[in-house]
């Protein structure tokens, strides 16, 4: 059982910066990997990064790299999703996932925070 509680969305200017925290609590050592995804009104969800929880590597969809960092705090089970350089395209709910992993993969998800990026 892992429970993801994010935080840190809100409105932005064209070009600025947020960043993102989902904070997991529970059976935190199972977790093999935490990710952000996005979605919009109508779409499906489609991933945004996601990170190797324990001596890992990050990996970031296309359309964010150069841009977004994730990052983790293990002592603190918090993931991060620094977002600059933000354009309305980044205008969605982001969620934060688990990728929970004991006999077979299971994930978790958090209730989403919500980006804005308009002027």
């Known amino acids: 059982q892992v429970q993801l509680v994010e935080s840190g969305g809100g409105l932005v200017q064209p070009g600025g910066s947020l960043r993102l925290s989902c904070a997991a609590s529970?059976?935190?050592?199972?977790?093999?990997?935490m990710g952000w995804y996005r979605q919009a009104p109508g779409e499906e969800r489609d991933l945004v990064a996601r990170?190797?929880?324990?001596?890992?590597?990050?990996n970031y969809a296309d359309s964010v790299k150069g841009r977004f960092t994730i990052s983790r705090d293990n002592a603190k089970n918090t993931v991060y999703l620094q977002m600059n350089s933000l354009n309305p395209w980044a205008t969605s709910f982001y969620y934060c996932?688990?990728?929970?992993?004991?006999?077979?993969?299971?994930?978790?998800w958090g209730q989403g925070t919500q980006v804005t990026v308009s002027s």
């Open positions: 996932n688990a990728d929970y992993r004991v006999a077979t993969k299971f994930d978790y």
């Open positions: 990170i190797i929880t324990s001596g890992g590597s990050a």
């Open positions: 529970g059976s935190t050592f199972n977790i093999y990997a």
